[in-house]
């Protein structure tokens, strides 16, 4: 069977061509799917290449550019001046041309899609071949969810300053996340096949494609995390907390400010807190009037998948604050590791958490409970322990992947007899 895949990155790919190794769960899924001999995969992303396609070690790649000419980008803000939804649109239906060459070229008996977020899922109009969208992040519930409370509009559109440059590319960051919520809604009208894992996912399926198909399948994690070294309770004074976030404000960067300002002026709690992802909070910091620096944040910039994971061996607890996300391996991660999480019960992180048992779940937007929870879980050990053994045993089960590779090409031949028959 010749599955295609539409990724948001290059997977393996740029390891093969410059040595770049970037990690990631996709690389450890293929890895799995490359053993498997009666499927033939293709993958397609966008990526400046010289190459339309090239075959590395039984997989076809196809990289597709994701620049225009100096020319085409002139003509276009020309030609759509005072429209930037027509220049989105002109832009998409140049990219569904190529998707459509790479179809045509490598002739797949089952296309898969990852994720709603950019124009892949625009093919499905356009071809007979079964399509099945692996849901990821969904924008129409993250646009809802863009302004942390008392963050409105305005605070968003001049965070970067009064300049007309930077104020123009915030209305314009923004206005594109609006452009690409409807996108998405129309992806979702012509898509027949979504594949997820979490209540919530399957439930926006359920409003926004009624008659499609909704099929479960887990994700597989990252190589490094699938280890026999699991967390230990930490002996220490001073408690360590880690999260890994990433810049949009709805991640939480305000929350984990006021979080750590409750901790450290309320709580009289003594900890220190590691952010990987991001390098500042400078925005958050100027809008609640609290600094990073002053509440024992350490701002880590991006760590390595190995960095993370030794980091996870010597923390207390793992706090997700963000005020959105399906399904964000980072907490997966952590569980499997059998680091105690706390997180925002939002999206579909009530199907990753059972409360009290394989990890904390608190209101969004409640420092309050989540600042609490932390100094409960750091200086509880039966607790920390019990949350430990729960969530290794469930995330152990989850991320099997042998077990994913199986589901998965299940689904793949439902959807090609669906095509037979």
Known sequence: MRVLWFTNSSVDYQEHITGYNGGGWMNSLKSVLD??????????????????????????????????????????????????????????????????????????????????????GLICEHTKIPVIIHLQGIINPYLNAFFPPNISLKDFIIKDGFSPLSISKNIKEYNGWKYIADREKYIFKNCKFFMGRTDWDRILTKIYSKNATYFHCEEALRDEFYTNLKWEPQKSNKAKILTTISDPLYKGGDLLLKVANLLKQELDFDFEWEVYGIDDLVVQEKLIGIKASNVNLMLRGMGTSEQIRLALQTANVFVHPSYIDNSPNSVCE???????????????????????????????????TLAYSIKEICLTESIAEKISTEAVKVANSRHNRTEIIMNLISIYKILHDSQTS
Request: aromatic residues 10%; hydrophobic residues 35%; glycine residues 6%.
């Open 35 to 120: 053993k498997e001999t009666d499927i033939e995969l293709g993958i397609s992303f966008l990526l400046e290449d010289s190459e339309f396609k090239k075959e590395i070690n039984g997989t076809t790649y196809y990289p597709v550019s994701n620049h225009s000419g100096i020319l085409d980008k002139v003509i276009s803000k020309l030609k759509y001046v005072n429209n930037l939804n027509k220049r989105f649109k002109n832009s998409d239906n140049q990219y569904v041309k190529k998707y459509l060459d790479v179809i045509n070229d490598f002739k797949p008996s089952v296309i898969h899609i990852w994720g709603t977020e950019k124009n892949f």
């Open 334 to 368: 952590a569980q499997i590791c059998g680091v105690p999480v706390i997180a925002c019960n939002v999206g579909g992180m009530s199907s990753l958490i059972k409360n009290n048992l394989t990890g904390v779940i608190v209101p969004a937007n409640d420092p309050y």
